[in-house]
């Protein structure tokens, strides 16, 4: 089946720090989604990307929809203790909801 | 309430026991999920319902059984149950199953526990 590769797995970094992570695929996909989940919680919806080439912020964070469709990648500017949780892309192929996510970068931040 | 509700948030539960997950969106979505999230692995789709049809049954063994009663609801029923079976159950809804820019917003979900 398909599968996304993020990476990296963790990270730590200082507070005020950028962070930058990625995730990619052997297929082409349509839609990358960037969710993230703090402990104990669900994942929420950071960031959905519908077109290769497309670069959404949602305040502090960037996400881009890599050209080849294959990839994408998510920065985090001046990082805060508050970003620390998993970080999940997730693709979509086709024109169904079904997605594929990615195993998650676990994001720790010190002061 | 708002979003998407999860009830119990934890459980344990005895491999012969028999419990109910409940999950309840308050989105005016139709269509509905099961994940299962396990420690190291990704997310992992169970079932789907589309105005209150299934939809999907991902090969999940029938010791899980699925109940849409209407389009705000979905019940996971559990009987059973086997210490693999132990993870983070997600509900997620989204406005239907047709895809693009419909996206899917996820419940806190159920940690269960099975001994």
């Known amino acids: 089946g398909q599968q996304l590769n993020q990476s990296p797995q963790s990270m730590f970094i200082q507070e005020g720090e950028d962070v930058s992570m990625n995730c990619t695929s052997s297929?082409?996909?349509?839609?990358w989604l960037w969710y993230k989940q703090d402990p104990g919680e669900g994942p929420v919806l950071l960031i959905a990307?519908?077109?290769?080439?497309e670069l959404t912020s949602n305040g502090r964070l960037t996400a881009q929809f890599g050209i080849t469709r294959k990839d994408s990648f998510l920065n985090i500017s001046a990082s805060i203790p508050s970003d620390v949780g998993i970080y999940f892309c997730a693709g979509r192929t086709g024109t169904a909801s079904k997605l594929t996510f990615g195993t998650g970068t676990r994001l720790q931040v010190t002061l | 309430e708002t979003g998407v509700t999860q009830t119990p948030r934890h459980l344990v539960m005895g491999m012969t026991n028999k419990k109910s997950l409940k999950c309840e969106q308050h989105?005016?979505?139709?269509?509905m999920y099961w994940y299962k999230q396990s420690a190291k692995k990704p997310l992992e789709l169970m079932f789907v319902?589309?105005?209150?049809?299934?939809?999907e049954n991902n090969s999940v063994p029938s010791r899980f059984s699925p109940e849409c009663p209407n389009s705000s609801h979905l019940f996971l029923h559990l009987h059973t149950l086997q210490p693999e079976d132990s993870a983070l159950y997600l509900c997620?809804?989204?406005?239907?199953?047709?895809?693009?820019?419909?996206?899917?917003?996820f419940g806190p979900g159920t940690r269960l526990t099975v001994t």
């Open positions: 989105l005016g979505h139709n269509a």
């Open positions: 297929s082409i996909f349509n839609t």
């Open positions: 319902y589309n105005f209150k049809e299934q939809t």
């Open positions: 990307l519908y077109k290769a080439g």
């Open positions: 997620a809804s989204s406005q239907d199953t047709a895809g693009g820019v419909d996206e899917q917003y």
